[in-house]
């Protein structure tokens, strides 16, 4: 009699620790509200977080027989539908020749530019900011772009401008010095876009203020 109440009692105890280790489990795996998901900090990021500076590497001129002078941005939410005005197709325009100039037709959007230079004794390797490309007399290679709120001009507020617009696509043209004053598609008279795609960012970088 002795040994079967053990028995029942073992029993009994691992019944209670499986129960409570199917407690601990359930606890860990369940899913956290947005509130606790605020809480957790770095471990998770909230849905609501959204980054809304776009940062851009551009090749103006990769090969050696480039000789680009510049180049024009383009984003937009419809696919730039050739179907839909082009005021309606496309939410961001700017040219990296006038991009820290504010056009008084307020047709064109702005840009902050940064090329790589050891000009004036600085660091080859540093971001060095120039305020558009025909100001700097240096061959551009790659460019550094980026865009926020501050720089939209025709679509101002931008609240399309945030890394969780699945409708956004962006596009690049790299821009001639003489006629014709963009590179064209092999075989047509139209300018040769290609796709761009930014790197988001959460905050204005410590090298661009």
């Known amino acids: 009699m002795g040994k079967l109440f053990d028995c029942v009692l073992a029993l009994a105890g691992s019944a209670f620790a499986s129960a409570a280790l199917i407690g601990i489990m359930y606890g860990a795996c369940a899913p956290l509200p947005a509130s ?16 809304r500076v776009a940062m851009f ?42 991009a820290d100039l504010r056009a008084e037709s307020g047709d064109l959007d702005l840009m902050r530019l940064f090329v790589c230079t050891s000009k004036d004794g600085a660091d080859g390797r540093s971001y060095t900011r120039i305020g558009n490309t025909v100001s700097w007399t240096n061959r551009l290679t790659s460019v550094v772009a980026l865009v926020d709120a501050s720089c ?3 679509h ?6 945030r890394s969780d617009n ?5 596009a690049y043209l790299r821009d001639m010095p003489v006629d014709p004053v963009s590179e064209l598609e092999d075989g047509t008279e139209s300018g040769q876009w290609r796709p761009i795609a930014p790197v988001w960012l959460p905050a204005m970088p410590e090298w661009a203020k």
Do not use: H, I, K
């Open 36 to 51: 606790a998901a605020r809480r957790v900090g770095t471990l998770l990021r909230p849905e609501d977080v959204r980054m």
């Open 152 to 154: 939209l001009v025709t």
């Open 57 to 98: 590497v551009v090749p103006v001129n990769s090969e050696d027989g480039d000789s680009y002078a510049g180049f024009s941005l383009r984003a937009s939410t419809s696919n730039f539908s050739a179907g839909r005005p082009e005021a309606s197709r496309c939410q961001f325009f700017a040219q990296s020749e006038v």
């Open 156 to 161: 101002a507020g931008g609240d399309w401008l």
């Open 166 to 170: 699945t409708a956004l696509s962006w």
